[in-house]
């Protein structure tokens, strides 16, 4: 605790200016935490939260032993969390791995994990972790500074490509790590920037004396392949491999040479087994849990609670609602001016619509987004105007512009904007017919459920939506080329709570500005001030400020609608009820992030 | 009298059959007929429009009809009580039992045009506002299941009748041609069948249809998907009918035909098809369930029928998961529409066949 304060102390004394190459820094960032904002499809992600108070039982009360049954939807990619990129790979190999420090997910701050403490030095450019000592990789060897320095030698080199390495990559400059001595490590970031340390919860710490050679001879991929020994897959986290039966069954055994011990001293983990499943099915999940196959269901979806409050009354398993998720449901028109093969990407005459504020404001009064929290997530979502939950507990700015489900002010708003009615069918100034395409993914039924809801209540203002639903990855590679769609309803997830981590969807030339994606000068004068504000919050080193400046991002999107969010669904999560210490939040893995902690009684 | 006398012999065969009848045949045509007249007369059957959305009453129950009144009296028609989502979570409705709605029939609504034509405000049956009767419950986004069923048989059933419409004749003409002059135009055609026959039909099926442009309006996207569907289904028909024109070929009565100057358009057409109608009209009655559960397939994978155009098998998608099983049951409903549409199709196939079988001696096959 002291040492984040020291931590937090320093870092209020840096300097705030603004420059280019913060930008790209920031831009590069973003990539990292990237698959934060991603789409979802199935996997709802997630993030903070407040735990019942089920922490606290901690100690005492815990008793070593026993084994955790989840299920996951596919099974792992790799063995090395380095290379992990979709959730199921990310959330399998995290127990096996340690960070120099890891964001506490319920208070969504850094915390000291591999590293016991931090410097960053007045300008905030450079950051020196003080390592702990005595920590053992899981197969007996030392860790100490060669191992970072390791690890960031294999991010930093082109050859590995690690999907993390964006973010360590500053317009072609690597991040500078250098060893102090072998328990001091000191990191050099081309530009300030606040929110620095949590970065360093991204890169799982890597064994040199096990992967070098492998690195050397360009070989790191396959050597953490699904067939490797599960010996020779070492690393600092509680558990490690124990058998993986392909496609079935992923059992990890507790890390004996697990560093952390609790507060009575006990060493952790509590348990000998964490056991992933693999069932594609996700109502075979959800009948595994309520029998008792599995003894975790994370997330629960909102129709799953009529399945599972039975059984939550049998007293056999626990439920717990952490209220709006960071997982927000967005609805956006496709505003690329561009061509493609000669031909306009959107109609120019719909692109007229589509980049009319007070159309966009209109059909976002038009929505009523009161009925998609209750036919669709059945109560269990909150309405959503602006672009961060009420999940994202610092950041969120609640006074953004609503735009609240009012036909009557959506008429009005169109016909300010130069449409007008002939009968029930609005029309534009050219006389032409308001209609367009809704795309989303399909095989998604909360997103059909909304999709048409939203067709209906558009109907009800004149315009004519037609729905289409696309493969997700189809979807996915068409969203990233700017294209081929009108209007599109998907989920934006954040990945971390830090207003750079959603860079990406926010600068105008991110890849996921997905209403008109890499520009490469902003399009309209209030792209250009979120720009300038991401890029002054990004150097800003003083919280306070920080927040200034994203509150006015936030209610510039509220005003001007690019994303008209709809709701964000709560993050439910179920235990088996005799599982202790479990502390549920908003950020990912929801549920198993402190599995060193969590016992059975 | 003359006419009915030149009538050809299949006809006569098919009227005799009908008088035989077995009573699958009769049954089938029975339940077909039903269901189409009920598609037909969907505006005036079904209480509410489609798309209409009741956003305080989703998946409401199939509603209750009381005919005893509370002082346990028998009221002299049945009456509702409205209910009120008492448990968003286990979704349970609580009836209101305060005010009761009955049930009233050729009630007026808004004007509508029964069969595409006649003006029509009248409706079979319905419940004074606000109350509002959802006799086989409400989906998820509080439309009524009934009224979704019968608009949805408009587009399932004629889906397979137009594919039908499509592939038959298809399959008839080619498997004529085939049969009949063979050689180098057998060659061609067997060809032809035996690649669409190879391909996976169901799967490019599906590629084709997450082809289609995306704009494209509801109805337009039914009517191409139909297209699709007949397109693969013609190819073993048409092996069929080349096989039994192959062998009608050389019958003495097609030769004498020909003998006598026939041209072979008249010889197909007096002389080969009646032969094969009969057979023809079983295999169609076969083919008929397939071609609707490829358009309920494709709907129920999300790439058929789009909303707000009801289909079956769209309806059968909200059902994906566990609850619908067990907490929302009735928006199973078109499973159990497509059961009994397949059993008459079934029925009507076994009958026809029991009918027109040459072997069965009551019949006379005119030859």
Redesign the interface.
Known sequence: MERRKKHRTKGTKGTNGTSGTKGKFLAGLVCFIAPAIVLLAVWPAALPSISEGAANAQGSRARAGGRLVASKSAAPQTFNRLFATDEPTTSMTEPLVGHLVKINRQTQLPEPELAESWRVSPDGRRITFTLRRGVRFSDGQPFTADDVVFTFAVINDPNVAAPSADIFNIQGQRIQVEKVDALTVAFTLPVPYAGGVRLFDGPPILPRHILEPAWRAGRLRQEWGLGAAPERVVGLGPFKIKSYVPGQRLVLGRNEHYWKRSATGTRLPYLDELVFVIDRD??TQ??KFQRGETDVLSPVN??????L?PVERQGRIRIFDLGPSMIREVFWFNQHPGQRGGRPIVDPVKLAWFRETKFRQAVSSAI?RA?IV??VF??RAAEQYGFLSAGDRVWHNPNVPKFAYDPARARQLLEQAGFRYQGAQLLDAQGREV???L?TN??N?LR??M???I??DLAKVGMKV??????AQALLSRLGEGG???ACLLAIVSGDADPTSHQNALLSRGSGHWWHPAQRQPATPWEARIDQLMQRQMGALNTAARKRLFNEVQSILGEQQPFIFLAARNLIVGAASDLGNLRPALLPDFLLWNCDEIYRR | MGRAVRDTHWLKGLRRAWRASPRRLRFGVFVLGAFALAALAADFLAPYDP?M?D?EH?HAPPATLYWMDQKGEWSWRPYIYRSRLED????IYREDRTQAFSLKFFVAREEYRLLGVLPCRVKLFGVDAPARIFLFGSD???RDVLSRLLYGARVSLSIAAAALLISFPLAIGIGSLAGYYGGAVDFVCMRAVELFLALPAFYLIIALS?ALP?????EARAASIMAMIALFGWASLARIVRGMVLGLRERDFVASARAAGCTDWRILRRHVWPQIAGLMLVQAALAAPGFMLAEVTLSY???GV???LPSWGGML??G????AL??FWWTLAPGAAILFVCFGFHMLADGLREALDPRAASLDWGD
Do not use: H, W
């Not at chain 2, 994906?320 to 609850?323: D, E, I, K, S």
């Open positions: 996700r109502n959800l009948l909102a129709d799953d609670l009529a399945v409050r009523d009925a209750n036919l059945a109560g209609a367009f395409t795309t399909a095989g039924a059909a459920k999709s048409a809801l067709q209906a037609t729905l289409q639903a696309v493969e081929d769609y009108e | 798309a959305q956003r989703f968003r979570i286990e979704m998820g986004l509080g997450s995306r704009d494209v309006a509801p994978l999300g790439l789009q909303e707000p998608a909200t994906q998961n566990v609850l067990t907490g």
